[in-house]
T-cell receptor
Framework: ETGVTQTPRHLVMGMTNKKSLKCEQH?????MYWYKQSAKKPLELMFVYSLEERVENNSVPSRFSPECPNSSHLFLHLHTLQPEDSALYLCASSHRDRWYRGINEKLFFGSGTQLSVL | EDQVTQSPEALRLQEGESSSLNCSYT??????LFWYRQDPGKGPEFLFTLYSAGEEKEKERLKATLTKKESFLHITAPKPEDSATYLCAVQPDNYGQNFVFGPGTRLSVLP
């Protein structure tokens, strides 16, 4: 299997449930991302794991918890979500330059998890 | 604050009717500008990267250009299979190696 794969493709959960989204990349990249895509809004960066270091966006609520056990796998743990959290959650990967020399690497996205919170 | 806007929000074209999509950006310094295509129910797919004003890239019916303030995605003689949402993203100097995305332009090409 190649590219970036996400599971599940669709998820419906209640506000009191706990669930996890999974992402796996087979591209040998060293950075993985979670993005949120809501209707008619730009992609919002939630979390980045780069070179084994987690870089957080401080505006992400604590009900979203990322986990990156290795450079190929990324999880997003969800608990006590709100209806406004309903969106498409996209995982992406890229190659990042360790020394930030400005080498730009494009993102490779998975197909996303369409999340509905009831 | 780094910002990316795209226009129009939606565009309907007849097959063969050429047009352009606009991406305007405000960043302190630009490392690169990226165009992606997103089909319904799928993640964005990379199209082009542009690094400096005056640069142009082409792929089939698509041509991307870059100035100091905006980028255009020109679509020549589009076909129905070109229907998708086109996203623009910039990589600013002061944002690590992260990206700022625009809201996208939803393109429909009618047969």
């Amino acid at each position: 299997e190649t590219g970036v794969t996400q599971t599940p493709r669709h998820l419906v959960m209640g506000m009191t449930n706990k669930k996890s989204l999974k992402c796996e990349q087979h591209l040998g990249h060293n950075a993985m991302y979670w993005y949120k895509q809501s209707a008619k809004k730009p992609l919002e960066l939630m979390f980045v794991y780069s070179l084994e270091e987690r870089v957080e966006n401080n505006s992400v609520p604590s009900r979203f918890s990322p986990e990156c056990p290795n450079s190929s796998h990324l999880f997003l743990h969800l608990h006590t979500l709100q209806p406004e959290d309903s969106a498409l959650y996209l995982c992406a990967s890229s190659h990042r330059d360790r020394w930030y020399r400005g080498i730009n690497e494009k993102l490779f996205f998975g197909s996303g998890t369409q999340l509905s919170v009831l | 604050e780094d910002q990316v806007t795209q226009s129009p929000e939606a565009l309907r074209l007849q097959e063969g009717e050429s047009s352009s999509l606009n991406c305007s950006y405000t960043v302190s310094g630009l490392r690169g500008l990226f165009w992606y295509r997103q089909d319904p129910g799928k993640g964005p797919e990379f199209l082009f990267t542009l690094y400096s004003a005056g640069e142009e890239k082409e792929k089939e019916r698509l041509k991307a250009t870059l100035t100091k303030k905006e980028s255009f995605l020109h679509i020549t003689a589009p076909k129905p299979e070109d229907s998708a949402t086109y996203l623009c993203a910039v990589q600013p100097d002061n944002y690590g190696q992260n990206f700022v995305f625009g809201p996208g332009t939803r393109l429909s090409v009618l047969p």
